[in-house]
């Protein structure tokens, strides 16, 4: 292989797009779209990692209130994910109204979950880290709700059936197809 040295931004692929929900004082919600999204511990506890910058409306928020809600939609959501992105909570856009989004009262915490969305993890913060360009914002999920149908006879999350939406470097991509059975 003949390799040249290429300038790194966002080099590990691929991730997820997450919606994340959080919420004001009042109650009043909110969702940002996130493609830095990982797990950081993965049984006991699970906890997961959002990437965050600083200028945006849902930093504040969820530094507040201290809860939020990972959910993550398929690719059939593409578009609403893109506009979530593009405009801020701050400006006073109700997002799930604006882009046509169903809220869906969790179980523990504030924060809404998005109807349309597969899945759907309630999360507790448990810390804050300052990384470079954005702040690590880290989650104990609390309870993870799954779609029924996503499951097959015996009982296994059907894979296939994901469908998520998932960034490599910049570009947006189908994913799904498994290639051996779990490893667990
Ligand atoms: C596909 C996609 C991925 C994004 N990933 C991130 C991210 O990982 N971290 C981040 O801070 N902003 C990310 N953004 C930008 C925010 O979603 C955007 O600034 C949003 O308008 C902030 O909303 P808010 O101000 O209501 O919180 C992404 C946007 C898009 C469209």
Redesign the pocket.
């Known amino acids: 292989m003949a390799k040249i040295q290429h300038h790194p931004t966002r080099p590990i692929y691929p ?1 997820p ?2 919606l994340i929900t ?1 919420c004001d004082a009042e109650g009043n919600p ?8 990982f797990n950081l511990s993965i049984k006991d506890p699970v906890w997961v990692g ?4 600083k ?5 504040g ?1 969820i530094s507040q209130q201290k809860e939020f809600v990972v959910n993550l939609p398929t690719t059939a959501l593409l578009d609403q ?11 006073g ?1 109700n ?1 799930f109204e604006e882009f046509g989004l169903t809220p869906v009262a969790a179980q523990q915490v504030e924060p809404p979950l998005i109807g349309e969305c597969p899945i759907n993890l309630e999360c507790r913060l448990v810390n804050i880290v300052e990384v470079g360009d ?1 702040d690590l914002f880290i989650g104990e999920v609390l309870v993870e709700h799954v779609e029924e149908s996503l499951f097959d006879e015996q009982g296994q999350l059907a894979l296939e059936k994901l469908d998520p ?1 998932v ?1 490599m470097r910049w570009g ?1 991509c189908r994913v799904g197809e498994r290639i051996i059975p779990d490893i667990k």
């Open positions: 991730t797009v997450g959080s909110n969702i940002i779209t996130l493609g830095e999204v959002l990437a965050i910058r200028a945006t409306y849902s930093h928020l994910a893109l506009q979530c992105g593009s405009v801020s909570g701050r400006d856009v997002k954005h939406i960034m947006f």
